[in-house]
């Protein structure tokens, strides 16, 4: 008789509290870390910089001490780059990740290219990279200039799709001062080969980012690291990583993949109410983000492609906020999505003291609680 066999064991569930908890583990947002601005923009494979001051928030709300002048020293010295990458956005990255990310998806690039072909016919996109690299590399251009030479070239041609032929077919950096902390510049471009002095490098096996990304941002599900990185096909990365990785199922039985011996604090690990700017990677870096919004709370932190600065209370989105100036007093004003109890506010307000006593020059701070923030202007 044939020796019976056991059937393989279920995948532990894992709640939605769990999965926040390891979440913001390893974002960084359970306890600041003490490690440096370049260390934590390494770990976090990047940071969301669609505009220039939600870097430095972003690591004011994960890093013990940080100062926003470290951040900005390590982009004029070159060590960090602002340059599109993840999901066509602009993100802050080392200038290493910056040298193999951009090619690892590059082939996003090309498709979305596709979508502007009707007004890029007739042009030869091999001709126009090598005149925008050689135009870009002879001095930064504003994407103004550079599409006035495009469009004296192809004149024909739509001039929004000659900018994005640009933007795709090469990597191109933003140059500083844009992007230093409160310092003012306009958008100038050249690649980040010129800018870094050093090659681009051929396009990885997305293993080794893959594997980052779980770092950062597990445990996730393959649709989740899609949905942060804008790309597809990612199946079979993840089968072909599947024997060093622990395997999970949330509440929703999706699978989900983790490095075996990464950090998942028990669910009821508190969370301290953390400020986060607009498009926060922690929002935006799985398909599923329940294990931050809650489902009451879904489409609430923007309208539109707007988005607005956030509050985490007890690990989730619980607020929005917006940040101004009047005189010498720094003003910061919290609207609740739902009801706040009396501890949580005064945990906030004095989260919110500590963060504007850093990141502003005010020598005066009023937080408030209101029902509606008008973010129109």
Same mark, same amino acid.
């Given at each position: 008789?044939?020796?019976?066999?056991? +059937?393989? *064991?279920? %995948? $532990?569930? /894992? &709640?939605?509290? #769990?999965?926040?908890?390891?979440? @913001?583990?390893?974002?960084?947002?359970?306890?600041?870390?003490?490690?440096?601005?370049?260390?934590?923009?390494?770990?976090?494979?990047?940071?969301?910089?669609?505009?220039?001051?939600?870097?430095?928030?972003?690591?004011?709300?994960?890093?013990?001490?940080?100062?926003?002048?470290?951040?900005?020293?390590?982009?004029?010295?070159?060590?960090?780059?602002?340059?599109?990458?993840?999901?066509?956005?602009?993100?802050?990255?080392?200038?290493?990740?910056?040298?193999?990310?951009?090619?690892?998806?590059?082939?996003?690039?090309?498709?979305?290219?596709?979508?502007?072909?009707?007004?890029?016919?007739?042009?030869?996109?091999?001709?126009?990279?090598?005149?925008?690299?050689?135009?870009?590399?002879?001095?930064?251009?504003?994407?103004?200039?550079?599409?006035?030479?495009?469009?004296?070239?192809? +004149?024909? *041609?739509? %001039? $929004?799709? /000659? &900018?994005?032929? #640009?933007?795709?077919?090469?990597? @191109?950096?933003?140059?500083?001062?844009?992007?230093?902390?409160?310092?003012?510049?306009?958008?100038?471009?050249?690649?980040?080969?010129?800018?870094?002095?050093?090659?681009?490098?051929?396009?990885?096996?997305?293993?080794?980012?893959?594997?980052?990304?779980?770092?950062?941002?597990?445990?996730?599900?393959?649709?989740?690291?899609?949905?942060?990185?804008?790309?597809?096909?990612?199946?079979?990365?993840?089968?072909?990583?599947?024997?060093?990785?622990?395997?999970?199922?949330?509440?929703?039985?999706?699978?989900?993949?983790?490095?075996?011996?990464?950090?998942?604090?028990?669910?009821?690990?508190?969370?301290?109410?953390?400020?986060?700017?607009?498009?926060?990677?922690?929002?935006?870096?799985?398909?599923?983000?329940?294990?931050?919004?809650?489902?009451?709370?879904?489409?609430?932190?923007?309208?539109?492609?707007?988005?607005?600065?956030?509050?985490?209370?007890?690990?989730?989105?619980?607020?929005?906020?917006?940040?101004?100036?009047?005189?010498?007093?720094?003003?910061?004003?919290?609207?609740?999505?739902?009801?706040?109890?009396?501890?949580?506010?005064?945990?906030?307000?004095?989260?919110?003291?500590?963060?504007?006593?850093?990141?502003?020059?005010?020598?005066?701070?009023?937080?408030?609680?209101?029902?509606?923030?008008?973010?129109?202007?």
């Amino acid at each position: 008789m044939a020796a019976k066999t056991n +059937p393989p *064991a279920r %995948p $532990q569930v /894992l &709640s939605t509290r #769990a999965l926040n908890r390891a979440t @913001l583990e390893r974002q960084l947002l359970l306890h600041r870390a003490d490690m440096s601005a370049k260390e934590a923009v390494e770990h976090l494979v990047g940071l969301q910089a669609q505009n220039t001051r939600p870097p430095y928030f972003q690591l004011f709300a994960r890093l013990e001490g940080f100062e926003p002048a470290e951040l900005s020293a390590l982009m004029e010295s070159r060590e960090v780059v602002r340059m599109v990458t993840l999901r066509s956005t602009i993100h802050t990255h080392t200038a290493q990740d910056a040298l193999t990310l951009r090619p690892l998806v590059q082939a996003a690039r090309d498709r979305e290219l596709k979508t502007f072909r009707r007004g890029l016919v007739g042009v030869d996109l091999d001709r126009l990279s090598a005149i925008s690299r050689k135009l870009v590399e002879e001095r930064p251009r504003t994407n103004k200039e550079l599409r006035a030479e495009l469009l004296a070239e192809w +004149p024909d *041609a739509d %001039p $929004q799709a /000659l &900018s994005v032929a #640009a933007r795709c077919g090469l990597p @191109l950096v933003q140059v500083t001062p844009r992007g230093l902390w409160d310092r003012s510049g306009q958008v100038e471009l050249t690649t980040v080969e010129h800018w870094l002095g050093r090659s681009s490098q051929p396009a990885p096996a997305p293993d080794g980012t893959v594997l980052r990304y779980l770092g950062a941002f597990g445990p996730a599900s393959v649709k989740d690291m899609q949905t942060w990185a804008g790309l597809t096909r990612l199946r079979e990365v993840f089968e072909r990583l599947r024997p060093r990785l622990r395997t999970f199922r949330d509440e929703n039985g999706a699978e989900l993949f983790d490095l075996p011996d990464a950090p998942r604090p028990d669910p009821d690990t508190p969370a301290p109410p953390r400020f986060l700017p607009e498009f926060d990677n922690v929002l935006l870096g799985h398909a599923d983000r329940s294990r931050v919004i809650p489902p009451a709370h879904k489409g609430r932190n923007g309208v539109g492609n707007q988005s607005y600065g956030t509050v985490l209370v007890d690990g989730f989105l619980a607020a929005v906020w917006r940040a101004d100036r009047t005189g010498d007093t720094a003003n910061l004003t919290v609207q609740p999505l739902g009801r706040l109890g009396r501890a949580e506010r005064d945990a906030v307000g004095e989260e919110a003291v500590g963060m504007l006593s850093v990141m502003s020059e005010a020598t005066a701070y009023d937080v408030r609680f209101a029902d509606f923030i008008d973010f129109g202007d």
